[in-house]
């Protein structure tokens, strides 16, 4: 692979941020196992959470990566307004729960917002490299079954490891309720033409698209829910 791949709407999409996102994916997924596996709580979720959010946003101004830094801009305000959809599960439908004792904002843990950054910028950014090599709408499906079968792996990892975990009144594949599985390949299914959308448009439109996914996240909730519980 070039130092600089094909960019054409997607200036920052080089190599080195790829090799970036792809590491910092695999090591969220190993620091999940290992959490799970020794078990020391919540605490093990902060680190990584705070950790990886300041590195991804210490890369994109120190390289002046224009593509990260739109995800981190999306992914964060998405972050903040899926505290509406945490409320919706854990006092709603009674299906989510968190440990007790933690800092908290509304339903959920302080670091969830940036949790759910974290993840849309890996999300996001590998619905760029799919876009790049095939086209828009195969980029969609694939990512729709990949975010189908990667988040619940790591909520099943979370579980374990005490950050969060979901009440059995549901129909379950490990420890994630099928409707959880839905509603994430339904948000992955939107990533790639909201991330073509936000490039292709003013750095205020990314905010504006930011508030569209975190409504979607809630309504894919809703409705994942009503027909997979």
């Given at each position: 692979?070039s ?6 709407n ?12 792809i590491s ?8 999940s ?5 020794v078990?020391?709580g ?30 981190i801009?999306?992914?964060t ?15 709603t ?10 800092w ?6 302080a ?6 950054a974290?993840?849309l ?7 760029v490299?799919?876009?790049?090599k ?8 694939v990512?729709?079954i990949?975010?189908g ?13 005490g950050?969060w ?10 420890n994630a ?5 839905v509603?994430e390949?339904?948000?992955?299914l ?8 936000a490039?292709?448009?003013i ?11 975190g ?6 909730a ?8």
């Open positions: 692979m130092t600089n791949m094909k960019a054409n997607y200036p920052g999409l080089d190599a080195k941020t790829t090799f970036l996102i910092s994916s695999i090591i969220l997924l190993v620091w196992y290992g959490s799970s596996w078990d020391l919540p605490v093990t979720a902060s680190i990584i959470t705070y950790g990886l959010y300041m590195f991804y946003w210490g890369y994109a101004l120190l390289t002046k990566n224009y593509l990260i830094k739109r995800l801009i999306l992914g305000i998405a972050g903040v307004l899926e505290l509406v959809t945490d409320d919706y599960l854990v006092h439908i009674h299906s989510l729960m968190y440990p007790k004792g933690e908290m904002i509304w339903s959920s843990p670091y969830m917002p940036f949790a759910w974290n993840v910028v890996q999300l996001s950014f590998i619905g490299l799919l876009t790049q095939y086209n828009i709408w195969i980029a969609s499906i990512l729709c990949a975010g079968m990667y988040i619940p792996l790591y909520e099943h990892l979370a579980s374990g490891a950050w975990w979901y009440n059995n009144n549901t129909a379950m594949i490990l309720p099928i409707y959880v599985i509603c390949a339904l948000i992955s939107s990533l790639p033409l909201i991330v073509r959308y490039e292709q448009h750095l205020r439109r990314t905010v504006y698209l930011g508030i569209g996914l409504v979607w996240i809630y309504v894919s809703i409705v994942s829910y009503m027909i997979a519980r």
